[in-house]
């Protein structure tokens, strides 16, 4: 990130750009090559975390970090869309512009039902925007208080927004990466708390009006996965499946040394008091093994309680090189999160909404059994639009799917070392950054059921693999020159291998009529 903050700023200057964002009518259609096509991605321009999720009014808002001049990281904007379930997003004019105290890097967004902030106006909630504020020229001349913690708010439900006169509302005693705030509304103290990340561990703070903040906790010097800096963390309560137990989980990204090269995100599961979060894991823990998951937080406000969850489907490592145009970038899947307790460990599981699957068209599933060493193939249309799922018990097996130019992406199972891999080094264009497709990626399983739910998601440019319902989860990003049509399941096993309920569900984009 440091490199590229290099990079850029000799173009970067700190004042009110205002570009037009609009799609060009293919692209409206989600017709250009790669464009994905269930998955949001910005108009054009570039893109990356997603920020401010937040629920109001029956809206669901996806802000995020966002260029609009260029694919390439730029001053960061806040790019805007709404949804009312996720999946079919509506573009709204950019909510965030950079300004001469800074870009706009990434954050969150609260309701602030009981006008807490005095920003109110003829009974209109106000929706409250807590963002990083990045002085390039303040990193520029050598300095390391340059980040500092802003806000706005919104009367319009997110439409237009005023930042705070008395911004910044943290400021930096020379903590070089002071970044991301999530803010949250803890109902227990009756306080608004604000968890940050300060290098190599995050910092809690609590405050009554948004405006004027204590710090209040810290917590991972000592603890969990340094290989980069932390970035955008979040904090929030789970109730542990099948019980009345309330865990709370910290989520951290790390710029690189994440598990499969790169960027990764790794998460905590402990207890909060009210000042404190604590947790006594020792091991790390991935809440996504493949390699393009990134910067993921989730949303405030939801209207029941759940815990939904946005990543940005890319990694540092080669964002700024992947080969598509007019656009650099797209979002996960919303996902579901949820907390199971197997063997006395505790596990985040994460798997998309039911709105995405019901994009799904309703198959019936079929069985096949394959004798040892031989194969099972079946043609279709175009696997880059589909939801693949089946379950099989424990045993090494290989699922490829390809396409007639020979490009192939594969799932393989290695039951006896307990390893899931998924290999895109021939998945397509691969050789526009040499990490991106120079080695198999892998998850290491354990606690593993000896039978396997496998659910692939496949978009124009991505897959999402989930183990056992978001046990294990794998996202990749693949750019295949056309769509993969064959599916080919490999018997590696010593035994006969009985798959069950194996389906293609075709997903409708939600672009195109
Ligand atoms: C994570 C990140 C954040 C920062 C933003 C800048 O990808 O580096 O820490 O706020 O991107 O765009």
Known sequence: ????????????????????????????????????????????????????????????????????????????????????????????????????????????????????????????????????YHSMQGEKSGATDFQTQGIAYSLDNGDTWAKYEGNPVLGNNGVKDLRDPKVFWHEETQSWIMVLVAGDHAKLYRSKNLKDWDNISDFGEEQGAKGGVWECPDLFPLIVEGTDVKKWVLIISIGSGGPNGGSATQYFVGDFDGTTFTSDQTQYKWLDWGADNYAGVTYNNTPNGERIFIGWMSNWQYALKTPTTPWRSAMTLPRKLSLQKIDDEYVVYNYPLSAVESLADVTKGKEEIISAGENYAEQHENLNNALVSFTVPKQDFKLSLSNEKGEKTALLLDASSNLLLLDRTQSGSTDFHYEFGNKLHYAALENLSNTLEIDIFMDASSIEVFLNKGQYVMTDQLFPSVPYTQLEIENLSTGELHIKDLQVRPIRSVGLD
């Open 1 to 132: 990130m440091l490199i590229l903050l290099a990079a850029i700023s000799v173009a970067c200057k700190e004042i009110q750009d205002k570009p037009v964002v609009s799609r060009t009518d293919t692209s409206a259609k989600f017709e250009e090559p790669l464009r994905p096509q269930f998955h949001f991605s910005p108009p054009s321009g570039w893109g990356n975390d997603p920020n401010g999720l937040v629920y109001h009014e029956g809206v669901y808002h996806l802000f995020y970090q966002y260029y609009p001049n260029a694919t390439v990281w730029g001053p960061m904007h806040w790019g805007h869309a709404v949804s009312k379930d996720m999946v079919q997003w509506e573009h709204k004019p950019i909510a965030l512009f950079p300004d001469n105290k800074g870009m706009i890097f990434s954050g969150s967004a609260v309701v602030d039902h009981q006008n807490t902030s005095g920003f109110a106006k003829d009974g209109k909630v106000p929706l409250v925007a807590i963002f990083t």
